[in-house]
């Protein structure tokens, strides 16, 4: 599979899945996995529209820098213009995309319509 210009790259780790299994503990704001600080360049030069994981956060935790609370956050976003989507319930679609082998879609996840608004919640459609 193919990683380019304009795509929706969904990353599922598992945590989600986990936490319903055995139990919240720290999912909101403790350990987890995700995408280290030196993705940016891969992010940026992919040029893709937009990523989800299953994690709170998105990026590993603890973050990699000291004095830096979720520095990727603070170099995709603004500079890169990357959407950016957390706890995704991904456990489903991994599991239909193993069934068949197929695991590029058309996906649509359109946020609530109000002007300015920034973080709102999206309803995920995925069309095999």
């Given amino acids: 599979m193919t990683v380019g210009r304009g795509d929706l790259v969904?990353?599922?780790?598992?945590?989600?899945?986990?936490a319903r299994?055995?139990?919240w503990g720290d999912y909101a704001g403790g350990p987890a996995p995700g995408l280290s600080f030196t993705?940016?360049?891969?992010?940026?030069?992919?040029?893709?529209?937009?990523?989800?994981?299953?994690?709170?956060?998105f990026e590993v935790r603890p973050n990699e820098f000291e004095h830096a609370f979720q520095p990727l956050?603070?170099?995709?976003?603004?500079?890169?213009g990357l959407l950016i989507g957390e706890m995704w319930d991904?456990?489903?679609l991994a599991e239909d995309c193993a069934a068949d082998g197929t695991?590029?879609?058309?996906?649509?996840?359109?946020?609530?319509?109000?002007?300015?608004?920034v973080g709102s919640p999206v309803n995920p459609i995925a069309v095999k």
């Fill in 90 to 92: 991904l456990e489903a």
């Fill in 10 to 18: 969904l990353v599922r780790t598992g945590q989600l899945a986990r």
């Fill in 39 to 57: 993705t940016a360049g891969w992010l940026h030069g992919r040029e893709i529209a937009a990523i989800a994981t299953d994690t709170w956060g």
């Fill in 21 to 23: 299994r055995d139990g």
């Fill in 103 to 117: 695991y590029d879609f058309w996906l649509t996840a359109a946020p609530l319509p109000i002007t300015g608004a």
């Fill in 73 to 80: 956050h603070q170099v995709v976003i603004p500079h890169l």
